[in-house]
């Protein structure tokens, strides 16, 4: 473990928002036993990995900043399924390549997400018809109320639609997670319609892995959704609000005033919308904002609000809420932030 020294450089170099402050100390770990430490030495402590879910307030944190840099991967296979144990600080995409290129199947439409491993059962990451609570068996943690490492399983981690006990909570923090996956070539059955198209199959069809794979990218990037140093469209958190889960009556509201939305079932007899086609319809197209040089959407997709150089958070929380009031004006729906804010609200 090594401590950087005073000052501590801008927080925005370690997000992909290139977005925010200083902390008070900073604090690299590469081991289990570092982390540990250097979370109790803390009186208030913000764990950092690949910094891509995260808005940071422009006044940075006062505590201390571990920043997860643990990596590696054990795989243990039993007939045909098998254990990946990922260190948190593995950077994800690389899991995602490592399964495919093993004919590891199960998080093969997760491909090209950034930010870490460790942040994935915090959210719950899910994209183009999978989530990790699938596949997630136990993930490895230290409780900070009780002092110890120990292994949740699965049923523990109160996974929901991009939520678990992990967010929001600070007593919890993320060592490692295992994944069970399917020695398989093919992919889990293509649930997401545009995946599908894409693809040439049928929803409910499954595909070779290295296929989705590359599919996935491909429609990621071309929705800024792939980090790229010289694309601006691509310095957000990805997507910035999740898909609103409303009542039957809301949707109503929502054709009445927009045609027919994109909509899912969701439990309990509940509706999930679009919160892009909300957006959108609500007046805010792709780039609105200051594409110029501050803040602005995507010009690729509406559920990036981007940094385009000169941006602050203050700006771009400015237009988050500016966004949120908007299609609740119109529409009666309201949006929620999937990133976490730090030192700062929406």
């Not at 992909?16 to 109790?40: F, M, N, Q, W, Y």
């Not at 990621?220 to 790229?228: E, F, N, P, Q, S």
């Amino acid at each position: 473990m090594s401590e950087a020294a005073a000052p501590v450089p801008s927080l925005a170099d370690l997000t992909t928002l290139r977005l925010g402050g200083p902390a008070d100390h900073l604090v690299e770990v590469t081991s289990e036993e570092a982390t540990v430490k250097a979370v109790k030495d803390a009186d208030r402590v913000l764990v950092l990995a690949g910094g891509s879910n995260v808005v940071i307030a422009d006044e940075g944190f006062p505590g201390t900043v571990v920043l997860m840099r643990q990596r590696g991967t054990a795989a243990h296979r039993a007939d045909e399924v098998v254990r990946l144990t990922v260190q948190a600080g593995q950077p994800w995409d690389e899991v995602a390549a490592e399964a495919v290129a093993n004919g590891w199947s199960g998080i093969e439409s997760l491909s090209g997400i950034p930010g870490s491993a460790g942040a994935t059962p915090i959210q719950n990451v899910g994209a183009y018809g999978q989530e990790v609570a699938e596949t997630i068996t136990a993930v490895r943690v230290y409780d900070r109320v009780r002092d110890e490492v120990v292994e949740l399983p699965r049923e523990a981690c109160g996974f929901a639609y991009r939520t678990s006990v992990f967010k929001h909570d600070e007593r919890f923090v993320v060592l490692a997670v295992t994944f069970e996956l399917a020695v398989s070539p093919l992919s889990t059955p293509i649930r997401y319609a545009e995946l599908a198209r894409t693809l040439g199959v049928e929803q409910g069809e499954a595909a070779p892995l290295r296929e989705v794979r590359e599919a996935v990218l491909k429609l990621r990037a071309g929705k800024g959704m792939v980090l790229d140093p010289s694309d601006r469209d691509t310095f957000s958190v990805g997507s910035f609000f999740t898909n609103p889960v409303v009542a039957a009556e809301a949707v109503a509201k929502v054709r009445a005033e927009a045609g027919e939305p994109p909509a899912w079932p969701a439990p309990d007899g509940m509706v999930k919308l679009s919160a892009a086609w909300l957006i959108e319809r609500a007046g805010f197209g792709k780039g609105y904002g200051d594409p110029a040089g501050g803040v602005a959407l995507s010009g690729k997709h509406t559920l990036a609000l981007t940094n385009r150089g000169t941006g602050t958070t203050t700006a771009l929380l400015g237009l988050a809420r500016e966004i949120r009031h908007g299609v609740q004006a119109k529409f009666g729906v309201e949006l929620h932030p999937e990133p976490v804010l730090v030192n700062c609200r929406l």
